[in-house]
């Protein structure tokens, strides 16, 4: 069993979430939009199992998991409300793990990956929905594939029966001015909106963080992906040498 949350840090759990929620609320209300349209995603890493459970008690019941052996080792102490997603870079080696265990992963960017994920699931004979993983910034070292390749990725998730693109996922690059988060949030809207005409089945677009959920809100975004501004800062275990 996990053990129970101190009130003091329920409370400011819960301080924060009314907070994000009212923000969230006035965003979609200036951008014209419904706030049902507009799913906030809980992420959890660092965070121990009994705060993720204050958030899922009072309704925020999708959790989002980056690491394999963290999600793997968390995710018996969440309550059983809870709906648990992939978001974080994922290797081959470890698709096993995660295939038919969430319910979608966010972070499809090869054409290997896929493929990966069409075995697995054929193996377990199921379908696993998945976002793919757009490099809209066009960072080197960043995770997410070109937005050229998304028509080619799209195109072979077709002859995937075993897997269903559900939409777009981006992690933008640190941004230093707001300017640069509306460019990217942009090019990102126009994309999805081009790739759902002729795949309407794309209805996730899945961007937006602590520092510029309001602004994805304004670009379409219909999942934002919020740790820190939760949680609070995140304090990452000292390194094991
Ligand atoms: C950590 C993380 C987030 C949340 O970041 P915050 O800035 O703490 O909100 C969102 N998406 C991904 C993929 C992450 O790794």
Same mark, same amino acid.
């Given at each position: 069993?996990? %053990?129970?949350?101190?009130? $003091? *840090?329920?409370?400011? !759990? /819960?301080?924060?979430?009314?907070?994000?929620?009212?923000?969230?609320? &006035?965003?979609?209300?200036?951008?014209?939009?419904?706030?049902?349209?507009?799913?906030?995603?809980?992420?959890?890493?660092?965070?121990?199992?009994?705060?993720?459970?204050?958030?899922?008690?009072?309704?925020?019941?999708?959790?989002?998991?980056?690491?394999?052996?963290?999600?793997?080792?968390?995710?018996?102490?969440?309550?059983?409300?809870?709906?648990?997603?992939?978001?974080?870079?994922?290797?081959?080696?470890?698709?096993?793990?995660?295939?038919?265990?969430?319910?979608?992963?966010?972070?499809?960017?090869?054409?290997?990956?896929?493929?990966?994920?069409?075995? %697995?699931?054929?193996?377990? $004979? *199921?379908?696993?929905? !998945? /976002?793919?993983?757009?490099?809209?910034?066009?960072?080197?070292?960043? &995770?997410?594939?070109?937005?050229?390749?998304?028509?080619?990725?799209?195109?072979?998730?077709?002859?995937?029966?075993?897997?269903?693109?559900?939409?777009?996922?981006?992690?933008?690059?640190?941004?230093?001015?707001?300017?640069?988060?509306?460019?990217?949030?942009?090019?990102?809207?126009?994309?999805?909106?081009?790739?759902?005409?002729?795949?309407?089945?794309?209805?996730?677009?899945?961007?937006?963080?602590?520092?510029?959920?309001?602004?994805?809100?304004?670009?379409?975004?219909?999942?934002?992906?919020?740790?820190?501004?939760?949680?609070?800062?995140?304090?990452?275990?000292?390194?094991?040498?």
């Amino acid at each position: 069993m996990a %053990t129970e949350c101190s009130p $003091e *840090i329920r409370a400011a !759990i /819960l301080e924060r979430l009314h907070e994000i929620q009212t923000r969230m609320e &006035s965003a979609c209300q200036s951008a014209g939009r419904n706030a049902q349209e507009v799913t906030l995603m809980a992420v959890t890493k660092t965070v121990p199992p009994e705060q993720v459970n204050v958030v899922v008690e009072a309704g925020v019941t999708l959790l989002g998991e980056n690491r394999v052996q963290e999600f793997l080792s968390k995710r018996d102490d969440y309550d059983k409300r809870a709906e648990v997603q992939f978001i974080g870079h994922l290797q081959t080696n470890k698709v096993k793990q995660i295939v038919g265990a969430v319910t979608l992963i966010h972070s499809v960017d090869s054409l290997h990956l896929l493929q990966e994920i069409q075995k %697995t699931a054929n193996k377990q $004979e *199921i379908v696993q929905d !998945i /976002l793919l993983e757009v490099n809209i910034g066009g960072e080197t070292s960043k &995770s997410g594939a070109a937005p050229a390749e998304m028509q080619m990725l799209l195109q072979s998730a077709m002859e995937c029966p075993n897997v269903k693109v559900r939409g777009l996922m981006t992690i933008p690059p640190p941004f230093a001015e707001q300017s640069e988060a509306e460019e990217c949030f942009g090019r990102m809207q126009t994309l999805w909106q081009d790739l759902r005409r002729t795949s309407p089945s794309l209805d996730i677009l899945s961007m937006g963080m602590s520092g510029d959920y309001e602004t994805a809100i304004r670009y379409g975004a219909t999942l934002i992906r919020l740790g820190s501004a939760l949680f609070g800062a995140r304090i990452y275990p000292p390194k094991t040498l």
